[in-house]
């Protein structure tokens, strides 16, 4: 594929882990800006790269793609929606350092870090997030904006709805055949977790074992 401008949605710590993602990916994306609604923040320069406003980057790069690199899921599926109307299409990006089966689907606008491990029959949904260094087994799918922060450990037969947060270093145990382990829409794991259970939509969970908070 052609060398592309990439357009970074975000100006935190993880936008500046992207753009070192992307330019991982030899000869694929120049990261031609990053994007922060703050017009106090326009006009600097972070690791280089220029910060402006989303429609000024619009205009300066109308070839660009773009990815949002906020790990919120809701504030990430706002900023995707802001990009889409102001006519961005989005970027996939897959680190170099990712181990892979070939059955494995990767949805549209969705960032894989290094250091990920994937085995096989995974579907991940649209602009899903995968932090550094996390393991996803056998026939786990992942619904649209889910994140998994570092070190995320998801066990085999695991179906996680939209925008579900997985803390960092996490474990999921597994499902069953036919019997997934289900994380509802908007679920939030507490970093450290191990879930040992299916988690309703919009609950969050901390501790070992897991347990909603009260
Ligand atoms: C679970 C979580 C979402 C809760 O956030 P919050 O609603 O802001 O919670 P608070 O910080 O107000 O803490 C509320 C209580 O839960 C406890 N708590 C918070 N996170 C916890 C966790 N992961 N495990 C166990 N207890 C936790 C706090 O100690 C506090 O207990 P207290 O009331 O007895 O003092 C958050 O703490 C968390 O784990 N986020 C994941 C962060 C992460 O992985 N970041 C990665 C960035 S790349």
């Known amino acids: 594929m052609a060398m592309q401008d990439l357009v970074i949605y975000g100006a935190g710590g993880f936008a500046r882990e992207v753009a070192w993602l992307a330019r991982s990916i030899e000869g694929r994306w120049r990261v031609a800006a990053l994007v922060d609604d703050d ?16 429609d000024a980057a619009r205009a300066a790069f109308p070839q660009a793609a773009l990815t949002a690199a906020v790990g919120d899921p809701a504030l990430r599926e706002k900023l995707v929606g802001r990009a889409a109307a102001a006519g961005f299409g989005c970027a996939t990006l897959v680190h170099p350092r990712v181990e892979m089966s070939e059955w494995v689907e990767v949805g549209e606008g969705t960032v894989v870090c290094a250091g990920n491990l994937l085995t096989t029959n995974i579907v991940l949904g649209r602009h899903v997030q995968i932090n550094l260094d996390c393991t996803v087994g056998h026939d786990v799918v992942m619904g649209d904006y889910t994140t998994l922060a570092p070190g995320a450990h998801i066990s085999g037969w695991v179906h996680f709805g939209r925008g579900v947060y997985v803390g960092t270093g ?8 036919g019997v997934p382990l289900t994380l509802g829409d908007g679920a939030v794991v507490g970093a450290g977790a191990c879930v040992t259970r299916s988690v309703a939509a919009g609950t969050t969970v901390v501790g070992v074992p897991a347990k909603a908070r009260g």
Do not use: Q
Not at 170 to 177: K, L
């Open 39 to 54: 017009p106090a923040a326009h006009g600097r320069t972070i690791n280089g790269f220029p910060v402006m406003g989303l």
């Open 170 to 177: 996490a474990v999921i145990i597994n499902g069953h055949e």
